[in-house]
């Protein structure tokens, strides 16, 4: 087990959350689009397998809801916590030889086979998968002992109709986990908005004067954060997160080929921004990025690499090449009780863009002067690849517009058939 993990977090990191990319010259595969993914499994098998998570002790619930939604809503999250298919319903980039090679596309396969077997066999598919119900609106409701029992002594047909009625039922007895909210915050044991007490840092790479002014090359842009400690909860704390490259036309990431040094590629995959001082109450960070659209993609507070992906809703920018963009301020928390007695340990998200101003403007005055909101949309979805599957949705920001539903092709006509002459 160990080792099969090992070597999925190899395949995937060896571009930055990516998938291992390979070319091959004297194949040219047939462009295959993007669509929805099927599968071979039948709705008998579908139910049947949907099943395992209706038990006499707990199951799902959305009021309203039918056994076929269910079902359709179980397979869905199956399949995405395997790795073969997206939360917008898509084939993930890496099977799709349109875009890369079918060795890479088997690299992807390598993927989704380790995380299904390492990872996703045990414990941690059931949490994904579990994640994917509940971002869906579907309830986990744990059955009372005595309603448990009953269920239990029920025949099949009966147990079969009582979960065909209680999946969708108004009112349920027994604990109720549900997730109505995705935005960390606002909560009183939290002071995201507090004022600063002190001075910020300038943070603008390994060795680098921040008083050199920064010259903006042909084709960059340069993406502004914060790293904020306003609080006792936040007051010494580290962190991290990531953001990578995305289409919005295709809902899914975009990879660093395997030779982009050969070809000169400096298009950026992946950029992972630490904490460099957890001592300082404000470190504000500049770096150079290529302009496109973004995700960010998985945080974690504390020193370990995060081992989360926001493949259920991210929030997404763009960028265009010459801006100077602020992304926001990113507060870790480790262990903070919140008011509803839960703990907190994740990165939280604010925005104030004056006070990234006012620290730039003392090493990089053209930078603090061009300095502009980053345009953020919330729900971006693409394919999932980690231990954990979640979602984030920043506080205040409009969510990703669907795209436009494709048209569905009509049918062939039937091939003419002669009428033999007759005499």
Known sequence: MTAAVAAAFT????????????????????????KPAATDDTPEEIAEDAARDLKDTRFYNKPGATRAQYDADWQDC????RGSRTPGGMIPVYYNPQIISPVAAGAGGLIGGL??????????????RRACLLIKGWRLIDVPSDTAAKVGAMTDAQRNDYFNSIVGAQQVMGGITERTSFVIGPDRKLKLDAPLSGPGTLYLGKKVDPKVP????????????????????SAGKSGNFSITRYDVNVR???????????????????????????????????????????VISSSAAGNLPSSNTYCFGAPTFHVEAGDTVYLGDFVPYMGVGLANGE????MAWTSHIEDARGVLSA??????ASLKPAPLRDRATYACSAMTMDRWDLPGVEDLPELPSQPVAAPAPAPAVATPATR
């Not at 995937?12 to 040219?28: C, L, R, W």
């Open 11 to 34: 395949v995937q990191s060896a571009h930055g959350q990516a998938v291992t990319y390979a070319h091959i010259d004297e194949v040219k595969p047939a462009p295959v689009p993007q």
């Open 78 to 81: 199956r399949l995405i916590a």
């Open 115 to 128: 995380i299904g077997s390492a990872i996703s066999q045990g414990k941690q598919r059931r949490a994904n």
């Open 214 to 233: 920064v010259v903006v090359a042909p084709g960059e842009a340069v993406l502004v954060f914060g790293f904020r400690r306003p609080d006792e909860g």
């Open 252 to 294: 899914d990431l975009l990879y660093r080929p395997k030779d982009w040094k050969k070809t000169g590629d400096t298009t950026t995959y992946t950029l992972n921004a630490r904490t460099k001082d957890r001592k300082a109450l404000y470190e504000v960070h500049a770096m150079r990025i290529t302009p496109g659209d973004y």
């Open 343 to 346: 703990w907190l340990n994740a």
């Open 363 to 368: 090493g990089q005055p053209a930078l603090a």
